[in-house]
């Protein structure tokens, strides 16, 4: 048992008005600049704006960063949170700019980084029945700010594929597959993450729905059926549609097939630069 002397002894002092001491400030002798510190992982409550001028409440995983001069041994994370904690509304392509300016006044940085990914939920019917449920979105926005100025939109998006070999060998049925088509798109002007998600549930065999009848599930199989589509088809007919698009900028788009028959996935990926 500790002397109750001993204890005090050992604990450091506390005098009203003592300076605490600024250890991330202090310099630091090795003379390597730091790309990107910050936190990770971030668990926030958000606001997403929707196409029909709606807000969603959701919660967004953020990654928080800006650049570290080689003179400086650390960064302040707790700024970080404090300056996320001044923009939990609405988070979208007005208001990202807005941290990032404050990150990078906030931690004399030169460059800040912003990354959320969050799920979007939309309401969606059943192509013959109309029943309707919610289907859910893995959403998000990449920006940067600074020395480089960047906003990316960021969408996963599942679909069903069905394959045009199985399809022309086989003497009746086809084999088809979950596909999941990820992007991340320059926006140019407003891009509504709706509109990148229907631009690619469009490029598939068939789309995915929250709940289907047997009516429903007789039109989906038929129209995977007529529609099949390889990886490279999926990839292209995003490109397509993006190409389109007037407030799409340079993109990259990935599409990977979960196989139903092979034991291996599917791959295409395809990156574009616009004028």
Same mark, same amino acid.
């Given at each position: ?76 994370? /707790? ?20 941290? *990032? ?50 906003? *990316?939109?960021?969408?996963? +998006?599942? +679909? ?5 070999? /199985? ?15 990820? +992007? ?8 509504? *993450? ?7 549930? /469009? ?51 990935? +599409? ?20």
């Amino acid at each position: 048992m500790v002397a109750k002397d001993a204890i005090e002894e050992m604990t450091p002092s506390k005098t009203e008005g003592t300076p605490l001491v600024d250890i991330q400030s202090s310099p630091d002798g090795r003379n390597i600049p730091i790309d990107k510190v910050g936190v990770r992982n971030v668990k926030y409550p958000i606001k997403v704006l929707e196409r029909n001028n709606g807000v969603q409440q959701t919660y967004g995983v953020f990654s928080l960063t800006v650049d570290l001069p080689r003179e400086f041994k650390g960064t302040h994370m /707790s700024r970080f949170l404090e300056v996320l904690g001044e923009y939990n509304h609405e988070i979208g392509g007005d208001t990202i700019p807005r941290i *990032l300016a404050k990150l990078r006044d906030k931690l004399d940085a030169e460059t800040a980084h912003l990354e959320v990914k969050f799920n979007l939920f939309r309401e969606k019917a059943a192509p013959v029945t109309g029943k309707v449920g919610m289907m859910g979105y893995e959403c998000g926005f990449i920006a940067t700010g600074g020395a480089i100025d960047e906003f *990316l939109v960021y969408a996963q +998006v599942p +679909v069903t594929t069905l394959c045009p070999c /199985s399809k022309e060998i086989s003497a009746f049925g086809a084999h088809n597959q979950r596909g999941y088509v990820t +992007v991340k798109v320059e926006a140019r002007g407003m891009l509504w *993450l709706e509109d990148v998600i229907d631009m690619i549930e /469009s490029a598939g065999s068939a789309q995915l729905y929250p709940v289907l009848k047997r009516p429903d599930e007789k039109f989906v199989t038929e129209q995977a059926y007529q529609n099949p589509r390889f990886v490279e088809d999926m990839v292209r007919e995003v490109a397509l549609a993006f190409d389109k698009h007037p407030n799409v900028g340079n993109y990259e788009v990935e +599409v990977e097939n979960h196989e139903s028959i092979h034991d291996h996935n599917a791959y295409a990926f395809v990156r574009r630069q616009k004028p």
